[in-house]
Each structure stands twice: as C-alpha cells, then as structure tokens.
Nanobody, 133 residues
Framework: QLQLVESGGGLVQPGGSLRLSCAVS????????IGWFRQAPGKEREAVSC????????YYSDSVKGRFTISRDNAKTTVYLQMNSLKPDDTAVYYC??????????????????????????WGQGTQVTVSS
C-alpha cells in the first residue's frame, strides 16, 4: 500500500524558514517522482516543486524559485521541501504527491511548467503552513 505522510508545517513569521518532510512507504523513490503542492482557501491546488526518480531533476514554480529547495535523502524514503524567505502568500496546506518515474512537465515556449495536480496518483493528507506576524 502506497502511503505519503507530510510533516513540518507550522506558524512562522515573514522572512522565516520551514522544512517540510514527505515520508513515503510501500514504494521507493527509485520508481516515483514526488511533487509538492499547496492549496490556499478558495484557490486551486498549485504545483510548487517536483523531483524526478530517474535522474533527480528538480523543478519549481516561478512563485517559489530561488526560495524553496526540494531534495530527497540517500535512503530514498523521504523528500524534503526547504522553504526560506517565507511570505504571507505562501500560507496554505501543503501536500506531497507521487507519480511514476518523472515529473509531469509542460513545455511552454522556452519555459518548463509543472504539471497540474490531476497528473499525480497518490497523495498525502497535507500539513498547514501559516506565514504571519
């Protein structure tokens, strides 16, 4: 049974940092790409970042590029999202999700855009991140 469990959310002041974890079981990161998404009240679930299983390629949305870093551990059972320079607009429930092998990416001109939530097969329960003073 494939499972994903997020942790590490909480309340942080603007400019602060948090590290989210996504612990997986029932599969290894050799076979599945892991994406991070977020959803604020009244908004669609938004792709934030993804790491592919095949070569470890990483991708970011424009809204977090340069501030967030996705990584996975050597034992290949946990994926992390390091979030720095947090802003109130980063407030949302954050989810991790799994899809086979590679991150769904859409080529848009010279840009690579993260695929939408519907491309992913398995989901965690989410963890709340609140950025507020």
């Amino acid at each position: 049974q494939l499972q994903l469990v997020e942790s590490g959310g909480g309340l942080v002041q603007p400019g602060g940092s948090l590290r989210l974890s996504c612990a997986v079981s029932g599969f290894t990161l050799d076979d599945y790409a892991i994406g991070w998404f977020r959803q604020a009240p009244g908004k669609e679930r938004e792709a934030v970042s993804c790491v592919s299983s095949t070569d470890g390629s990483t991708y970011y949305s424009d809204s977090v590029k340069g501030r967030f870093t996705i990584s996975r551990d050597n034992a290949k059972t946990t994926v992390y999202l390091q979030m720095n320079s947090l802003k109130p607009d980063d407030t949302a429930v954050y989810y991790c999700a799994a899809v086979e092998l590679v991150c769904p990416i859409i080529a848009s001109g010279t840009r690579e855009v993260l695929g939408r939530w519907i491309e992913y097969d398995y989901w965690g329960q989410g963890t709340q991140v609140t950025v507020s003073s």
